[in-house]
């Protein structure tokens, strides 16, 4: 079925074009050419020869012409046209049966006022801005989105409740450090059992945004922010397709630290020698690792209703950056846009309550 958009005139679709006179050179019907356009008309006074196309072009060239030759060696009558009334249908279906690139628009009386081709009657967005960058983060609400001086989507409650989330999968992790202790100690593992425990926090962190549907949230977020900065349409079976790994997230950075302090923290050898060791190695596989670990843990292929949760921060996003077109933001804007302190805020409080209750209690908690 056909957009209902192709029932308007097909003047509505054209762009503008300026016939060449058959006096032209053959060197200005190629400048021509390398503006954009796909043909050019050549007249001689009132009546319309043909048209040259890059194919005549390199015929010409092919024969030996030179740039300087009149334009008519490379005319061909062989072009299709259009009526100014008839409507962008038509034209799909001359374009589509004819196998013509382009048709040239013409009046009553035979005169060009433009072209159109098939890129012309797909739907043109409503504007092209867009961000010159755009990060975002996924919350058990929704799809939070900024451009570094503003953020839009889901309110700070919602940023905060990530902190939260994060809290409650680490503690998680914490509380089943002392039971793990005691099942390696029963299955006679020797050593230091705190060493092969104290990763549980971290276990517990990624398998559970990847249970839960926050990963499927940060994926669509992922989806969203590739689709704008490819300038893509925010639609969903367009924003489905794009991939749900994106090089700046977070996860990258989480990468890069375990990397280079989990090597420095190796009781092996001096510090300036792990310092190197610890940096070259971050450069290395910090991508690779951060990559990995979306794949698997903190992302997860999005359903529609999360795919629609992202479109829909995206084009708040883009709304308001083309009304307002804020200056470009400073660091402290981009820290504080970020949403990263609504995060660690809610981390921090739940992080806060479960120390005070734990005192007040007397409890020891195991992290």
């Known amino acids: 079925m056909l957009p209902e958009s192709l029932n308007q005139p097909v003047v509505t679709f054209m762009r503008p074009i300026v016939c060449l006179s058959s006096e032209s050179s053959l060197e200005r019907a190629a400048t021509a050419l390398r503006s954009g356009l796909q043909v050019m008309p050549v007249k001689r006074g009132s009546e319309l020869l043909g048209v040259v196309t890059n194919r005549t072009l390199a015929d010409a060239l092919a024969r030996g012409a030179s740039p300087f030759d009149s334009v008519e060696g490379a005319v061909t009558d062989s072009f299709g046209t259009i009526g100014k009334h008839e409507t962008g249908a038509a034209a799909l279906r001359l374009l589509s049966d004819g196998g013509f690139d382009s048709l040239l628009v013409l009046d009553s009386d035979q005169n060009v006022l433009g072209f159109v081709s098939a890129s012309d009657l797909y739907p043109k967005p409503a504007h092209a801005t867009k961000p010159p960058l755009v990060g975002g983060m996924a919350t058990p609400f929704g799809v939070y989105l900024t451009n570094g001086a503003f953020g839009v989507g889901v309110p700070w409650w919602a940023l905060a409740s990530t902190g939260a989330l994060m809290f409650a999968l680490v503690a998680i992790g914490g509380f089943l450090q002392e039971p793990a202790v005691h099942l390696l100690t029963r299955m006679g593992v020797r050593g230091d059992t705190d060493v092969y425990v104290s990763v549980l926090p971290l276990i517990c962190l990624f398998v559970g945004m990847r249970l839960l549907p926050l990963s499927g949230i940060h994926a669509a977020e992922h989806k969203v922010v590739h689709a704008i900065e490819r300038g893509e349409p925010l639609v969903p079976e367009v924003v489905e397709r794009m991939n749900r790994v994106h090089p700046r997230c977070g996860t990258n950075l989480w990468a890069a630290?375990?990397?280079?302090?989990?090597?420095?923290?190796?009781?092996?050898?001096?510090?300036?020698?792990?310092?190197?060791?610890?940096?070259?190695?971050?450069?290395?596989f910090w991508r690779p690792l951060g990559y990995a670990t979306q794949w698997l843990?903190?992302?997860?292929?999005?359903?529609r209703k999360q795919i629609e949760m992202g479109i829909k921060s995206g084009k708040a996003l883009l709304e308001k950056y083309r009304l307002e077109r804020n200056p470009p933001p400073n660091i402290a804007q981009?820290?504080?846009s970020s949403g990263m302190v609504y995060v660690l805020v809610g981390f921090a409080i739940c992080d806060g309550l479960a120390m005070g209750i734990a005192w007040l209690f007397h409890y020891n908690l195991p992290f």
């Open 257 to 284: 630290l375990s990397i280079f302090f989990g090597i420095l923290s190796l009781p092996l050898g001096d510090i300036y020698g792990k310092a190197i060791v610890a940096i070259l190695a971050t450069l290395a």
């Open 297 to 303: 843990f903190t992302t997860r292929p999005p359903n």
């Open 334 to 336: 981009r820290i504080w």
